[in-house]
């Protein structure tokens, strides 16, 4: 897999930011900003040469979108999905909750695109509305679908929040042959990941194990308090938040720790790759 470029998602993340600022400070379900960000996407995996959908739905009276990129290229069959959720609450512009998610798996689509990647398996990249109702929109979408094309999702990834500042390294560990792709990767990086408590059906990956697919994914920690133990082998400080602004005004560009978005992108990158060869 191609290594994908740090500066590149961090470039997202400001044009994430802009699209907040321009429409009263956040991209959440029902506002502006949301279907802004789902615009400013779609641009660029239409001109990447993606076969893109806006999928519509309704959740509290408002209407929210899912975007739904399908690369042309490579098997038509059993299919490999990556997926992150772009709308943020209303406190704050949603910087690493999710628009890090959001620019990680944009990146690697992008990539795939570069490389004209011909895999043996279809790729389909998502992004999802209204996750801050209850992951309304990958809800919406599992349901939408036939048994048939169901049972074609080989596997969903899911990525939501993955520049933590004060990082930890978690895989999800709900399918062990998806989570050692994560795991080998990371330690041979050097890094030793945990498996994610704080994800369990938390994310829009639950949508999906709801309905019998196998899922997995990364994650760099939300509102809870790194030991001791992970601030020794992963640096950062003991006794705080993995993010402080977790779902706060403050989660904006300057809430990112950059190492973390670098390899949580690269590993992105690998586990598509991988699976989809
Ligand atoms: N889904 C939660 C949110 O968006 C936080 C979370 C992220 C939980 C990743 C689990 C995994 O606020
Ligand atoms: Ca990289
Ligand atoms: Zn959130
Ligand atoms: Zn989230
Ligand atoms: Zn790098």
């Not at 690697?108 to 209204?130: C, I």
């Not at 309304?136 to 349901?143: A, E, M, Q, T």
């Not at 030793?192 to 369990?200: D, F, H, L, V």
Request: hydrophobic fraction near 35%; glycine fraction near 12%.
């Amino acid at each position: 897999a191609p290594d994908i470029d740090v500066a590149a998602v961090q470039q997202d993340l400001k044009e994430l930011q802009s699209v907040a600022e321009a429409n009263g400070g956040n991209r959440a379900h029902g506002r502006p900003g949301y279907r802004a960000s789902l615009d400013h996407l779609k641009q660029k995996l239409d001109a990447a040469g993606f076969t893109t959908t806006v999928q519509e739905f309704t959740s509290g009276g408002s209407t929210g979108y899912n975007l739904i990129a399908d690369w042309p290229k490579g098997g038509t069959g059993a299919t490999v999905m990556t997926g992150a959720h772009l709308d943020s609450v209303r406190s704050g512009p949603g910087i690493n909750d999710n628009g890090s998610g959001s620019a990680g798996v944009l990146e690697t689509a992008l990539a795939v695109a570069k490389a004209d990647l011909e895999p043996k398996k279809h790729l389909r990249f998502a992004w999802w509305g209204a996750e801050e109702q209850g992951m309304v929109g990958s809800g919406h979408y599992v349901d939408s679908l036939s048994k048939d094309e169901l049972g074609k999702i080989d596997a969903y990834l899911n990525f939501d929040m993955i520049g933590s500042p004060n990082a930890g390294h978690f895989v999800y560990d709900d399918d062990p042959a998806v989570e050692s792709v994560f795991t080998d990767w990371f330690r041979a990086k050097g890094v030793r990941t945990e498996p994610s408590e704080e994800t369990n059906g938390r994310s829009d990956h639950a949508s999906f194990k709801r309905a019998g697919v196998t899922v997995g994914g990364t994650f760099t920690g939300a509102g809870a308090r790194k030991t001791r133990a992970q601030a020794d082998k992963w640096g950062g400080t003991a006794g705080e938040p993995y993010d402080a602004c977790y779902h706060s005004s403050c989660d904006d560009t300057s809430n990112i720790d950059e190492k973390a978005l670098d390899l949580h992108s690269d590993a992105i990158a690998h586990a598509v790759w991988t699976l989809s060869s």
